[in-house]
């Protein structure tokens, strides 16, 4: 079906206000905080680790499934060594009545899947090369230490979640666990690629001052330290302001504790840029890390991140990807006579079999 008309009206509409959006954007003035610029970089070895998911939604259970690599690199030669995992779960959906399961829950689920499995591969990857300089993930530590939360009234709804979640809280445990084992061992830098987040201009609690046109204003965190970061000719280094350092969420430092947890409530936010071509990323570290600190590990970055990325972590992201195709032809082997009631609609074939 080609676009309708009446659907590109409304692209222009939203064209013109995004426009006018971005508009303002451009008047955009920040005070505080400083660009650091990096100069030389360090070697060494490293740990990158990244998974890759997909689910279903069938019409009497979900199903999802996640696959992770961790590889040890050395600066020099490369990838030493990897070691993969994956992990597979489901949730019948009988007896839901007018209860669906939400994608929210849906989501819930998979992440902390994934979030235990990365952090078991970085803590097996370790445990093969014995050291290293600088473990790195994809995410952020914050969300790394989010538990698996479904409400208790959602358990009595669908048969075997509770066990899942059993399961799945088990892990985020021993997760927690091991990310204070990992700190203990290297230091661990979480790269983030989010856009959205607004740490820095809060309206509760900015670090950085925005305004617009002398209007205060909160805006996206990467849009700050561009600014920031011109300021040096977006030289690679990293963002640095005055109190740097957030909480994790009092309920997840309560929960560990009644898991006996003594966990490291404190992180480090910034913003790094490895290229000045490259974009920026968030960086976030566990602790109270000092400006020097911060600095040695963009350093080490720098060694690994030609093209404004580090290596040890694209590798894993591109090798542990699992596609659509791939997880939909695995469950038409393993688990036969599956429907999603989308399959009609799928199979629609325009014009006449053996037709153009």
């Not at 445990?127 to 994809?138: P, Q, V």
């Not at 809280?169 to 979480?190: D, N, P, T, V, Y």
């Amino acid at each position: 079906m080609p676009v309708t008309g009446e659907l590109l009206a409304l692209f222009r509409s939203v064209g013109s206000e995004v426009s006018r959006l971005l508009s303002e954007y451009r008047r955009v003035e920040v005070e505080g905080g400083e660009w650091v610029p990096v100069g030389g970089s360090l070697g060494g070895v490293y740990i990158g680790v990244d998974s890759s998911r997909q689910s279903e939604l069938f019409r009497f259970f979900f199903i999802f499934a996640v696959q992770g690599v961790a590889v040890v690199y050395d600066a020099s030669r490369g990838v030493i060594s990897n070691v993969s995992d994956a992990d597979v779960g489901y949730v019948e959906l009988a007896g839901s009545g007018k209860f669906g399961f939400s994608s929210r829950n849906r989501d819930a689920l998979i992440s902390s899947s994934s979030r235990n499995l990365e952090v078991s591969l970085a803590h097996e990857a370790l445990s093969r090369s014995k050291s290293a300089d600088l473990i790195l993930m994809d995410g952020s530590y914050a969300s790394f230490t989010v538990p698996v939360l479904i409400s208790p009234k959602v358990y009595e709804r669908f048969k075997e979640l509770e066990k899942l979640v059993d399961r799945l809280h088990e892990g985020w445990a021993q997760r927690i666990r091991m990310l204070g084992s990992l700190s203990k061992s290297s230091r661990i830098a979480f790269i983030s690629k989010s856009v959205t987040k607004t740490h820095l201009t809060s309206e509760e609690n900015p670090r950085i001052k925005a305004t617009v046109d002398g209007r205060k204003t909160v805006i996206p965190d990467f849009m700050a330290a561009n600014l920031i970061a011109a300021r040096e000719g977006r030289k690679p280094g990293f963002l640095w302001y005055d109190n740097p350092y957030f909480e994790i969420r009092s309920g997840t430092i309560d929960m560990a504790k009644r898991e006996g947890i003594t966990m490291e409530k404190w992180y480090t936010l910034t913003y790094i840029l490895l290229h000045p071509a490259g974009r920026l990323y968030q960086a976030t570290m566990p602790g109270k890390l000092t400006k020097g600190e911060v600095e040695q590990i963009v350093k080490t970055l720098l060694k690994v991140s030609p093209e404004g990325y580090p290596q040890p972590l694209s590798i894993p992201h591109h090798t542990s990807r699992l596609t659509r195709r791939d997880f939909k032809s695995i469950i038409a082997l393993t688990i036969p006579q599956t429907e999603t009631g989308r399959e009609p609609l799928e199979q629609v074939v325009w014009g006449k079999p053996g037709g153009p």
